[in-house]
């Protein structure tokens, strides 16, 4: 049952400062990379709130005339990057509802893995869901819990709740941010001349000029209003399990996340590959821009000449649709392009973040024979990719995990790669130390219940 709907997202939401709506757009902006199907706005002018959402990328769906219409000192707001087909409107964030304690939006990243059962004993209570995103789930949970204080409603709905949740909630007078008592997905508070913010990554507190306070810690629940900044820890103590992914590939390099620098941790990686390589070759390429700062560290540590060796370009869209069918398959040349001056004759040691289904490395590794690479070393600064996520990255089922269903050998020939080699688990664990972080995606030992990931 894993056909369903999955998502990666990007939450901010500012307190108590007059351009709200707009630099929660400014934030979604830098949280592009962890959403690109649609997003959302929605802010409170402390009578009513009032929200704009759209499909695509933030700055095609916010023209002027919409964030004018968003007036007020509150605001929240949504980046979805949905995976699974159903990518319609009113799947996208944050969702408004009025309830018994009031009005209320809602913005959510993470996937809750009880959601599914929750819905179905919802439904059969007679619940109706618009729907079919996690997220619609909790706000029926905070509706019934009924409970006169907006506060207790909330935290008893959110404690039923398993897996991931870095939430965003939003009153007409208060601001909310939840992180789930493994805060498997980063939040982190900022402080701004006027007012507050609370984001998914510190990237965006730069660009809007805000100062980092502190990340949320997990299982913590801030309350921002006018009487300041409260902080509770309503949740059962867990011991936490932040996302590893995050630091291998989906957070910026330039965010400070579960208390280290992606960069640095990034660049860690590389160093860990390299030592524990022994390849030769002449130069080391990046597959951009996942590859890049754990290339770096590679290069410094094994001594290998780092060089641009693959181009990327940038404005590819994910709705990027192919000129005519006559015209063959572009596949990853779109995106692509290697750079024949750097590659002919080499022998080239290229590194990506992760291989998913083997698709793109394949294609890199013909590309680069195809530019005259004398041979070609792939290297990935992360362990074999063998299981699915159930808590909010993108994976496929077992079945379409290359490292699911072959072996580091046959993954090799299928990529045609002259050698293969990841980094080894303990090896990625020395280079993260500050949490028991989760792993699920490369060792199956899922921190939730039991999964097989079928
Ligand atoms: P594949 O072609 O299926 O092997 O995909 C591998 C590529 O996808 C690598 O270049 C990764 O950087 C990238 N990647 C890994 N995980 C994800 C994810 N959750 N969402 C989007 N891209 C990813």
Do not use: W
């Amino acid at each position: 049952m894993f056909d369903k709907f999955h998502e990666e997202c990007g939450v901010a939401g500012v307190y108590a400062n007059e351009d709200a709506a707009n630099l929660v757009y400014l934030s979604l902006y830098a949280l592009q990379h962890r959403g690109q199907e649609g997003a959302g706005i929605a802010v409170s002018n402390r009578n009513e709130i009032a929200t704009e959402k759209g499909m695509g990328l933030v700055a095609d769906i916010f023209s002027q005339e919409k964030l004018d219409r968003l007036t007020g000192d509150i605001a929240i707001g949504h980046n979805r990057y949905a995976t699974t087909g159903l990518s319609e409107l009113q799947n996208t964030q944050p969702i408004t509802v009025t309830i018994n304690a009031g009005v209320m939006s809602l913005a959510h990243n993470g996937n809750i893995v009880n959601a599914d059962e929750i819905k179905q004993e919802l439904v059969k209570q007679g619940a109706i869901f618009n729907s079919s995103s996690d997220t619609e789930v909790v706000v029926h949970l905070i509706a019934k819990s009924k409970k006169e204080d907006l506060l207790d409603s909330i935290v008893t709905a959110l404690s039923q709740l398993k897996g991931a949740f870095s939430l965003l909630l939003m009153t007409n007078d208060k601001l909310i941010g939840v992180r789930d008592p493994m805060g498997m997905r980063p939040l982190v508070l900022g402080k701004l001349k006027n007012g507050y913010i609370l984001t998914s990554e510190s990237c965006a507190l730069d660009l809007i000029e805000a100062t980092m306070v502190r990340e949320i810690e997990p299982g913590e629940m801030v309350i921002i209003d006018d009487d300041g900044l409260k902080s509770i820890f309503p949740f059962e103590k867990t011991a936490p399990r932040p996302c590893v992914f995050e630091h291998i590939y989906f957070a910026r390099p330039d965010s400070f996340i579960f208390g280290n620098s992606v960069y640095e941790v990034r660049k860690r990686l590389g160093v860990k590959l390299a030592e524990e390589d022994d390849v030769e070759a002449d130069l080391v390429i990046p597959v951009p821009d996942s590859g890049v700062v754990a290339t770096l560290g590679y290069s410094e540590k094994s001594g290998m000449a780092f060089q641009m060796g693959l181009m990327r370009n940038h404005y590819v869209g994910r709705t990027f649709i192919e000129p005519s069918q006559s015209i063959r398959h572009f596949g990853v040349k779109i995106k692509l392009n290697p750079v024949r001056e750097v590659i002919e004759g080499k022998r080239v040691v290229v590194v990506d973040d992760s291989i998913v289904r083997g698709t793109t490395s394949r294609k890199i590794v013909k590309m680069l024979r195809e530019a005259g690479a004398k041979e070609v070393h792939m290297r990935i600064s992360s362990p074999p990719t063998a299981f699915p996520c159930f808590y909010g990255i993108d994976t496929p089922t077992r079945k379409e995990l290359i490292a699911s269903t072959h072996t580091i050998e046959e993954t090799r020939k299928y990529i045609t790669a002259d050698s293969l080699h990841y980094l080894s688990i303990d090896g990625l664990m020395e280079c993260v130390q500050s949490y028991d972080y989760c792993h699920a995606c490369f060792s199956g030992a899922y921190p939730t219940m039991h999964h097989n990931g079928d």
